[in-house]
């Protein structure tokens, strides 16, 4: 995932990455569930390894669409590109979470 968009997120269902079409997949996650918040919509419920003070008790839940938009990484050696590899990836979700490496 993304984690700059969401580095001060505090709760509620997050929809803030993706700004100019492009993510930088840098950071890892967990996802362990989903739900429907009555205001905020569908979300995927995603453990972070960060202390247990951010977020909801260190979980985030992140926008879940029926039709995710997707984004261009175009600096994958931040997170899970090999030298050599591809220079732009592909990745779609809310902060690139549906992103498999």
Known sequence: ASSFG???YRS???DGCGAGGRVDINHVMQMV?????????NYWLV???????????GYIRMRRSARPACYEDRTPLHGTGCPGGDKVQTVCG???ILFDA
Request: proline fraction near 3%.
């Open 6 to 8: 969401f580095l001060f």
């Open 12 to 14: 509620g269902v997050f």
């Open 33 to 41: 569930g989903y739900g429907t918040d009555p205001t905020g919509g």
């Open 47 to 57: 453990r972070n390894m960060w202390t247990v003070r951010w977020g909801e008790s």
């Open 94 to 96: 809310t902060c690139g």
